[in-house]
């Protein structure tokens, strides 16, 4: 589990307080951002900082699944940064309606991306969860599979439509001027 600072863990009780935490008024608390670990055998709680480097921050571009969403909003596992830097652990980040165009707000973000769907998108905060935009012309989805037969999509000429070339069917996503061109065999595990 990732904890951020200031993140409640227990009563100083139930685990003595080891690296990465400290204790206010009996409560044992988080110091710093990291993989907390409960050591259930010696009772001792401690927080594993991340090294800076492997945490997406405002401005990063960043590669993640959308793991499941709403009308107006998606959760996506963020597991890379772009440049297939892969980051040592997952983050979840959030894509709100707002985030996905300039012009026209989407009447539904079932209109711009899917569940399963591999997306690039830029953090547009320092804060976890991370939130996401896919505005730009080279975010979006970077893959995604035919939701009637799972076959990867192909991209048509129009901007935003893709066609399964096994079943024909015509799906509409907001596309990053970059899909498909990452190595799928990384992405198309089902
Ligand atoms: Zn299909």
Redesign the pocket.
């Known amino acids: 589990m990732i904890v951020l600072p200031r993140t409640y863990i227990c009563v100083e009780e139930e685990y003595m307080p080891s690296r990465g935490v400290y204790v206010e008024n009996g409560k044992v608390y988080a110091a710093v951002i990291g993989r907390l670990i409960i050591d259930t055998v010696n009772r001792k709680v401690s927080v594993i900082p991340f090294k800076k480097e492997n945490v997406p921050r405002y401005g990063d571009i960043v590669i993640g699944q959308v793991v499941s969403m709403k009308d107006e909003i998606a959760f996506i596992r963020i597991e890379a940064f772009e440049v297939s830097k892969p980051l040592k652990h997952s983050f979840t980040g959030i894509l709100h309606i707002s985030q996905v165009a300039n012009e026209k707000r989407l009447p539904t973000l079932y209109d711009a991306i899917r569940t399963g769907d591999i997306i690039k998108a830029r953090v547009i905060n320092n804060q976890i969860p991370l939130l996401l935009s896919v505005k730009e012309p080279r975010l979006g989805v970077i893959l995604a599979t035919?939701s009637?037969?799972?076959?990867l999509l192909t991209k048509r000429r129009s901007a935003s439509q893709l066609i399964?070339p096994?079943?024909?069917?015509s799906e509409q996503r907001k596309l990053s001027m970059d899909y498909l061109l990452i190595e799928s065999r990384e992405y198309n595990k089902g």
């Open positions: 035919c009637k037969c799972g076959a399964c096994n079943c024909k069917n």
